[in-house]
């Protein structure tokens, strides 16, 4: 059982928005403005696509975006895209030296 | 161009101890910290260690602590993984990571399968 909680599955069709939940707790996502966010093709290593909380890395599409509000963390998609299709994982620090994941969103685009 | 390279996985029987190690290139290798980040199949990804810039401080998650120990060579663009005492839930892909503060990995290499089992 992962630490954080994400649905197992998500869907929109092209140029929709779909948003992706994460819910921790207060050790965790409330706690810390350290959640990441990860998307992952099939065989593909994860790459990281938000950190704290709403950042983008260099080269990632603002399409994608994220927020936080207490215990749970959100991942947004808008205008999706057929390349979208992939799993989804997040990750916030817990304290104590601590890392943890969610269970990933499977992210299907109709 | 960064790029993360992992190599040592492999088949080993529970009980046994393995060495991982992941060569990076394109960029400035003593300034990041380093994570392994492991997947079983089908499974979300779990946070396994990380180690310092310089690595006078080296963190473990509580499944893997007392049995895998990270080290880095600066020298050499290196870090590796010992892994002891394995048992088949260890089995995995490894993913070696570079941390791009706060925890995050932004450049992660290919991975090596590890698989446990008699």
């Known amino acids: 059982q992962s630490a954080l909680t994400q649905p197992p599955s998500a869907s929109g069709s092209p140029g929709q928005s779909v948003t992706i939940s994460c819910t921790g707790t207060?050790?965790?996502?409330?706690?810390?403005?350290?959640v990441s966010w990860y998307q992952q093709h099939p065989d593909k290593a994860p790459k990281l696509i938000i950190y704290e909380v709403s950042k983008r890395p260099s080269g990632v599409p603002d399409r994608f975006s994220g927020s936080k509000s207490g215990n749970t963390a959100s991942l947004t998609v808008s205008g999706l895209q057929a390349e979208d299709e992939a799993d989804y994982y997040c990750s916030s620090f817990a304290g104590n030296n601590n890392l943890v994941f969610g269970g990933g969103t499977k992210l299907t685009v109709l | 161009q960064v790029q993360v390279v992992e190599s040592g996985g492999g088949v080993v029987q529970p009980g046994r101890s393995l060495r991982l190690s992941c060569v990076a290139s394109g960029f400035t290798f003593t300034n990041y910290a380093m994570f392994w980040v492991r997947q079983a199949p089908g499974k979300g990804p779990e946070w396994v260690a990380l180690?310092?810039?310089?690595?006078?401080?080296?963190f473990f998650a509580e499944s893997v602590k007392g049995r895998f120990t990270i080290s880095r060579d600066n020298s050499k663009n290196t870090i590796y993984l010992q892994m002891n005492s394995l048992r088949a839930e260890d089995t995995a892909v490894y993913y070696c990571a570079k941390d791009r503060g706060a925890w995050s990995g932004d450049n992660w290499g290919q991975g090596t399968l590890v698989v446990v089992s008699s």
């Open positions: 207060t050790s965790d996502v409330n706690n810390y403005n350290i």
């Open positions: 180690i310092w810039s310089d690595g006078t401080n080296r």
